[in-house]
């Protein structure tokens, strides 16, 4: 017989929310009960014919009335994301790591907590991913790479070998990162930029070859921001 299918909730009702319950149906170890949001006006809908269901922003009130075994953060947003996974573990909730069926990860990558993995990735062996980060559909992840915790790799996106992607960076749909290098936390490299040498922590950066376009100011919660002299982001945390 069978063992009983894992129930899950999807926290985020955006497009996000959707391929990422795509994900979860099409894993037949789990079944998606339903559906919350931060936005009242998603209340009573349903996506991919699950329920989204008043919650109210109270993640212990849901456990009462809701039978779930774990949540799948689904928002693209960084640091949005991030939060939401610290209100999970602050309520002892389990965190579940999403990866669809047709994705290809290797039996010798190293995956932490709260993970999503989309439709046709590609992980290659030796790569280790951090906590809260999203491979997006069709994105490619060479040997040896290093996601750390909330990046999010964009579809079609492309990391040779040896790749580091730090904190809460973003890499673009359809970037490539040439093998070696670092894009440093909190940078956002563009769609469709090539990147041929490191990205400083902060910087946005586009283009074939990609090039300093500016600096990405967003912060998770308890991280600050100054300027120095130079105009280049100085950080610390709490």
Known sequence: MAGAKERVIVWGAGGHGKVTVDALLADCSCEVVGIIDDAPQEDGKRILGVPVIDFGGELLELTKRVDFDGIAVAIGDNYTRYE?????????????????????????????????????????????????VCVNTAASIDHDDHLATGCHVFPNATLGGTVRVEEFAYIGAGAVVKQNQIVHKYAYVG???????????????????????????KRPEGHLLTQDGRGRDAFNRH
């Open 84 to 132: 939401k996974w610290q209100k999970v573990r602050e309520c002892g909730l389990k965190p579940v790591n999403v990866i669809h069926p047709s994705a290809h990860v290797s039996r010798f990558v190293d995956l932490g907590e709260g993970v999503t993995i989309l439709a046709g990735a590609t992980i290659n062996p030796g790569v280790i991913i951090e906590d809260y």
């Open 191 to 217: 769609a469709g930029a090539v990147v041929v040498k490191d990205v400083a922590e902060g910087a946005i950066v586009c283009g074939v070859p990609a090039v300093h376009f500016g600096w990405q100011l």
